[in-house]
């Protein structure tokens, strides 16, 4: 008598985003759409919505913010009581206490890579821990110096504006220009960068820490009377 085979069905991983920046958040939410294993239950920026969206959910991946401001120890304590593990995202250097490292099943930084982000919520998902959060650190910051040598002053006051989230009219106004030369900037910022569009040019800009930095430098050496304009 013939025994049909068991298939083995690959279990979906269900994550929940909570983090305060909302490009970075995008960026997350974007390449974890493209797997087909993982599904992206909800998001949101604040501690209040954070509480309810995993009181609402179970047995989910919690991608966590440390910049999201509220009470950490209500959270974690929702997660474990909706048997939700949580992956911790913090900004580069930064040390969690070790109280609550035990609490939280994965770490990871702003400047970690797709390839990392995948395989930490892959493995907190199946049961796992991941908490080498800083292995890569060194090797972005020698990219985003390279980037910041090669980005004029002005095209990184424009890649700062990006981050915020400013539109091309926004950044002519204050930098005092037209539209079309700030299009005409972020051309030559796309060729440079290797974005194709403003949100892979400001995901790749928080990936890499030096270069963040100078195009934070470069908007606030803006003088403020313009700046407010």
Do not use: W
């Amino acid at each position: 008598m013939h025994t049909p085979r068991r298939v083995r069905v690959a279990t979906l991983c269900r994550v929940l985003l909570a983090d305060d920046q909302a490009i970075f958040r995008a960026g997350v939410a974007r390449v974890l759409a493209n797997e087909t294993d993982i599904s992206v239950l909800g998001q949101c920026d604040s501690a209040e919505t954070t509480l309810e969206l995993v009181a609402a959910s179970r047995s989910c991946v919690l991608v966590l913010a440390e910049s999201l401001k509220g009470d950490l120890d209500r959270i974690l304590a929702a997660a474990h009581a909706t048997a939700t593990r949580v992956i911790l995202v913090v900004e580069s250097g930064a040390k969690p206490a070790p109280a609550v490292l035990r609490r939280v099943d994965g770490l990871l930084t702003r400047q970690t890579t797709a390839a990392d982000l995948l395989t930490c919520v892959r493995g907190v998902s199946d049961g796992k821990r991941f908490l080498d959060a800083h292995r890569a650190d060194a090797a972005q910051d020698s990219v985003g110096d390279r980037m910041r040598a090669m980005l004029s002053v002005r095209e990184l006051q424009i890649i700062g504006f990006v981050v915020q989230g400013c539109k091309n009219r926004r950044i002519a106004d204050v930098i005092g220009t037209t539209e079309q030369v700030v299009k005409n900037y972020l051309r030559s910022i796309y060729d440079k960068t290797g974005s194709s569009d403003r949100l892979e040019l400001a995901l790749f800009t928080l990936h890499h820490r030096t270069l963040a930095e100078a195009a934070a430098t470069a908007v606030q050496a803006i003088p403020e009377a313009v700046a407010q304009d």
